[in-house]
């Protein structure tokens, strides 16, 4: 009988102990409460109107882990309707929550909406901006890292610290005044300058011979950037949630809307060091200074500024070619990188996306195979949802380039779920261009200059190439990507360079299933803003 006891006892203290460890194990919820408002601060020396988040430019640094659930009540005080995006984040099964015009109705001056999404399966350094209008040009735009769990080692040593760097270039001139000046048609004049966390010059301090993470993202406007550090070297050990192979770079270069993290050993004299970023394949270069201050440096900063690189777009598609992925890393997952043979699936769709700067009705406009999108007044998701007529269609644009003249339209391209596509960017532009796809990352598998033909595909790394959110294109070139569609939604396809965006490089994929299931997607959220044709629908 005793005995018998006993075994009860047992029973309910594992059973107590299991329910203990399960209500541990849940993924946290994160609160947040975020005002947006208007503000004077004097970026660049004169004074002009910003975009602060809770009294912040940049806007507060959102840290969370593997899994965490943010619920973020966003409040407008601007005096126009606003939108976040959260860039990088995949928003599984849940474009509801992308905070762009194709999914969300933009919050109204002095109203709000609850953001609620998870970092799901993620670690890595990411961003978030405005998505609406120009407002990523006076501000509203922060650092967000992903940090791994406790069970799911990464590989490197932890670091002594960590430092989220926001580099991007700047206009003196209101977002308000650059809006109107692309409405009439007119290209944005070069940026004034660069900064670094929101200041022409700012100082970070460490400690002599500790190890110190460096989180470095371009949340400019238009201009790719190059990034080192006086006297030190840069272990790149993650981009944009990939695990890649440690190399070590005098510099390394950033384009538009991209993310980087390196590792920096302190292991130099004690004195302060220069850490620089300048602009890249410009003919006027901007430049931003910060100070690595060693705490027991006595010295300030002395000497010429360590150079950019010598080369430009050869040098740079080179080091972007050198970006591996880790194999035997894990991510997220506690299953390897590599465990994913990416380069042994066969797509189903090839899509070549070819961007161009038509005048259209005498304007300037930007194109995608000779379509310049156009936002509606309702969004693409919502007219989905409630199939509303007329917003869009799926033939509005081809997946191949075509002749004739560029025209506007509300660009949808069609994909079923769990396609496995390639897409290839051609640049047959001077300029640089960067590509950003929502609610995925993607395998960058080849570069080249020139025009891409199908005979290129033998130049393709079809076995450890990284995964990321945002490729570049170098001039009169082509980038090609593969992309697994194993996330239901309305997800879009951009220009990271936000003049090009808001005037029509960009689209959205479709990516559906007919078959209405929790297990891929979300319903639509109790919460949801309603505007345009929307209004009126009942949920």
């Given at each position: 009988m005793g005995s018998t006891s006993l075994l009860h006892l047992l029973r309910v203290v594992v059973l107590a102990l299991l329910s203990v460890s399960l209500v541990q194990a849940e993924d946290a919820y994160k609160y947040y409460t975020w005002t947006v408002t208007y503000g004077t601060l004097s970026p660049l020396g004169s004074p002009q109107q910003v975009i602060l988040i809770n009294?912040?430019?940049?806007?507060?640094?959102?840290?969370?882990?593997?899994?965490?659930?943010?619920?973020?009540?966003?409040?407008?005080?601007?005096?126009?309707?606003?939108?976040?995006?959260?860039?990088?984040?995949?928003?599984?099964?849940n474009s509801w929550q992308d905070g762009v015009l194709g999914t969300n109705c933009p919050i109204p001056p002095n109203s709000n909406y609850t953001y609620k999404f998870q970092a799901k399966d993620q670690i890595g350094t990411y961003t978030y901006f405005p998505s609406t209008q120009l407002h990523k040009a006076a501000g509203g735009f922060g650092g967000l890292n992903v940090y791994h769990r406790s069970v799911i080692p990464v590989p490197y040593p932890y670091p002594d610290g960590d430092f989220t760097l926001l580099i991007g270039d700047w206009y003196k001139t209101s977002h308000k005044a650059l809006r109107e000046s692309l409405d009439s048609g007119k290209s944005l004049a070069f940026p004034d300058g660069l900064l670094i966390n929101g200041q022409a010059h700012t100082t970070i301090h460490g400690d002599q011979g500790k190890t110190y993470m460096f989180r470095i993202s371009n949340v400019g406007m238009s201009t790719s950037i190059n990034f080192r550090i006086q006297g030190h070297t840069l272990k790149l050990v993650e981009v944009e949630g990939s695990h890649i192979v440690q190399n070590i770079y005098d510099s390394l270069d950033v384009h538009v809307g991209q993310s980087a993290a390196v590792l920096v050993t302190l292991n130099q004299p004690p004195k302060d060091y220069y850490i620089v970023a300048s602009t890249r394949f410009s003919k006027r270069v901007l430049t931003a200074t910060a100070v690595l201050h060693y705490t027991n440096s006595h010295s300030p900063?002395?000497?010429?500024?360590?150079?950019?690189?010598?080369?430009?777009?050869?040098?740079?598609?080179?080091?972007?070619?050198?970006?591996?992925?880790?194999?035997?890393?894990?991510?997220?997952?506690?299953?390897?990188?590599?465990?994913?043979?990416?380069?042994?699936?066969?797509?189903?769709k090839t899509i070549v996306l070819e961007n161009s700067a038509p005048l259209i009705n005498g304007k300037l406009h930007y194109a995608v195979n000779k379509v310049s999108y156009v936002n509606p007044d309702t969004p693409l998701k919502l007219a989905d949802y409630f199939n509303i007529p007329g917003i869009f269609n799926v033939d509005s644009i081809q997946s191949l380039p075509s002749n004739g003249p560029a025209y506007i339209a509300t660009s949808v391209l069609p994909t079923s779920l769990h396609d496995f596509i390639e897409v290839v960017f051609q640049n047959n532009e001077n300029t640089m261009q960067s590509w950003h796809l929502d609610g995925y990352d993607f395998w960058v598998v080849g570069y080249g200059f020139g025009q891409w033909t199908p005979a290129k595909r033998r130049t393709y790394n079809l076995v450890d190439a990284l995964t990321r959110h945002t490729a570049q294109v170098y001039p009169n070139s082509w980038t090609t990507i593969l992309v697994s569609l194993d996330n239901q939604g309305m997800w879009n396809l951009r220009s990271a360079i936000w003049e090009r965006q808001y005037l029509g490089q960009q689209l959205y994929l479709r990516v559906w299933n007919a078959q209405h299931s929790l297990a891929n997607e979300y319903d639509i959220p109790s919460n949801v803003l309603l505007c345009g044709k929307a209004v009126g629908h009942h949920l």
């Open positions: 009294g912040q430019f940049p806007g507060p640094q959102l840290d969370l882990v593997t899994n965490d659930n943010v619920i973020l009540n966003l409040v407008n005080k601007l005096d126009e309707p606003f939108l976040l995006t959260w860039n990088g984040i995949k928003q599984r099964k900063a002395s000497g010429p500024l360590p150079s950019p690189p010598a080369y430009q777009y050869h040098w740079s598609v080179k080091q972007a070619r050198s970006f591996r992925w880790n194999l035997t890393a894990n991510a997220a997952r506690p299953n390897p990188q590599g465990s994913y043979h990416y380069g042994k699936i066969t797509p189903t």
